[in-house]
């Protein structure tokens, strides 16, 4: 299976950009916009190609830890922005896993730094790595500002920012490449229709390979983000994986074909990341509206990974985890025949890990409990019996501790 790096990493920022908008109320596109003014920047500098287009993959990747940091700090002192140190930690960590070009230590630990010292380490001046701080003016003019945004006073007030936080929050040389490159042009292709095109223009051809290794460790870092917009959730994703590791094993597939299941498992539900939380977390049932919202997180799973040139098969198996055998799931209501078999066994796996996960306001199931339920919506039609019987001895050893 063939994955080329800039087509994943595009489908991953519009993933994340989802989660900043729903959490910080950040325009739009908001990485995709700090990646391509942070290139622009490093590549106006004399960096190599190479260090241009890791500071892509930084600029993407900034604001990766998000979810988690709104976990570890509550979503109070997260819209304050308290405690960054953690959100940079755990985004510099999680980072570190993606196929860099070259070495990009430091950059999305210190995008939060200021010239003069005040930031969230402290770090000054030349201290601070290049890249992070051409991240740190990206980032930041386009939080306070929305680049993408058509208002006449814009380009003035980016300017009279800039130049004034110069030596403050900026560093100088940054500042003043920026300065230099900061016009109409540059607005026009931040804008929400252009970045896109802007993206793949400015980011460098360098379209290397994921390894199936490689791959896996980047979807373990999604579900993470996924499993932590939610205490709801927080081992949803990263459960199915395994669960379906277990049942991959059970029905003795190859390893390719395991790996690609655990993709799917790990990213089936990245469309989550643009349901609002506050639906995410009702306790009890939704209304219509907030369920078809809900629904929706399903076909933008789809959306985000049919997108990926070489994942096609995992965006349909991981988007048909609500599909029923009867036709009455989403987000395409197919029927038995036209579901293939690794939808049906996420579909099943998805109904035991939510059953049998602990939630806030109640404990998990047991699996015996799990599993009667299970083969009651088969005989029902909805799942598929087969899998639901061999789940059963496959997935005992979760018993009789709950699963988490
Ligand atoms: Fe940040
Ligand atoms: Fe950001
Ligand atoms: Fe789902
Ligand atoms: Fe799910």
Redesign the pocket.
């Known amino acids: 299976m063939k994955i080329g790096i800039n087509t994943l990493l595009f489908s991953i920022s519009q993933a994340l950009d989802c989660v900043e908008n729903a959490l910080l109320g950040v325009a739009t596109n908001h990485s995709r916009r700090v990646a391509c003014v942070s290139m622009r920047i490093c590549r106006r500098m004399g960096l190599s190609e190479a260090d241009v287009f890791d500071m892509g993959t930084c600029a993407v990747l900034?604001?990766n830890a998000?979810t988690e940091y709104m976990q570890a700090v509550g979503p109070e002192r997260c819209r304050r922005l308290e405690n960054?140190d953690i959100?940079?930690a755990a985004?510099e960590r999680n980072a570190r896993d993606f196929p860099f070009q070259g070495r990009a230590d430091g950059v999305v630990l210190h995008?939060?730094e200021n010239w003069d010292g005040s930031g969230v380490h402290k770090l000054r001046g030349e201290a601070i790595p290049l890249r992070a701080a051409a991240l740190r003016l990206a980032?930041n003019v386009d939080a306070r500002f929305s680049l993408g945004t058509a208002d006449p006073a814009l380009p003035e007030n980016v300017l009279a920012h800039v130049r004034r936080e110069r030596e403050r929050i900026y560093a100088p040389e940054t500042a003043d490449v920026f300065l230099e490159l900061f016009g109409e042009d540059m607005l026009q292709d931040l804008s929400d229709e252009r970045i896109d095109a802007s993206l793949t223009e400015v980011m460098p051809p360098l379209e290397g390979e994921l390894s199936m290794p490689q791959l896996l460790r980047i979807c373990r870092i999604f579900s993470g983000i996924i499993d932590a917009k939610s205490p709801f959730t927080k081992n949803h994703s990263q459960g199915i994986a395994e669960k379906t590791g277990y049942m991959a094993s059970f029905y003795g597939m190859d390893a390719e074909r395991r790996d690609m299941l655990g993709v799917a498992a790990h990213l089936h539900d990245l469309g989550k990341l643009s349901i609002p939380a506050d639906i995410l977390e009702k306790p009890g049932s939704l209304s219509e509206e907030e369920f078809l919202v809900m629904r929706g997180h399903a076909s933008m799973s789809w959306e985000i990974l049919s997108g990926v040139a070489g994942m096609e098969d995992i965006a349909l198996w991981a988007a048909g985890h609500h599909e029923k055998l009867d036709g009455t799931g989403y987000p395409f209501g197919r029927r038995a025949e036209e579901l293939p078999f690794e939808s049906r066994l996420l579909a099943c796996v998805d109904i035991y890990q939510a059953l049998t996960e602990e939630r806030p306001y109640r404990a998990g199931m047991e699996h015996r409990r799990a599993m009667y339920i299970l083969e009651g919506m088969a005989a029902h039609g909805k799942i598929d019996g087969d899998i639901v019987r061999k789940m059963g001895p496959a997935l005992e050893h979760f018993s009789p501790e709950k699963c988490s």
């Open positions: 900034h604001d998000l960054l959100h940079c985004g995008h939060h980032d």
